[in-house]
């Protein structure tokens, strides 16, 4: 039996090798992300796509654009700062089909 769908759970010291052996691409930028691009990646998000481990559709989070740039810039910023993310997002799931 063959499985054409899998799920692929990366945890963070997989994620931190993978990111130490990649070449640094000069041309991105190194500045603190701004509320504005965090306001138009949530515009950016595709509609009609299944919600993640949060399980927060892009249309709710759409909906309330502002507020939820906001929060999310602080939290961003919080990150960028001290280098230290929430627990929640040591865990990625990769879906390939």
Do not use: Q
Not at 69 to 89: Q, Y
């Amino acid at each position: 039996m063959r499985l054409s769908n899998c799920v692929v759970v990366l945890h963070s010291n997989e994620l931190d090798n993978e990111a130490a052996s990649t070449p640094v691409d000069i041309s991105v930028s190194i500045d603190e992300p701004s509320v504005e691009e965090v306001y138009a990646a949530v515009k950016r998000l595709r509609n009609g796509r299944a919600p993640g481990p949060d399980v927060i559709p892009p249309e709710l989070l759409k909906c309330a654009i502002h507020p939820v740039a906001h929060s999310l810039h602080s939290i961003f910023l919080s990150v960028w700062r001290t280098g230290k993310m929430p627990t929640d997002w040591k865990a990625g799931i990769i879906v390939t089909l």
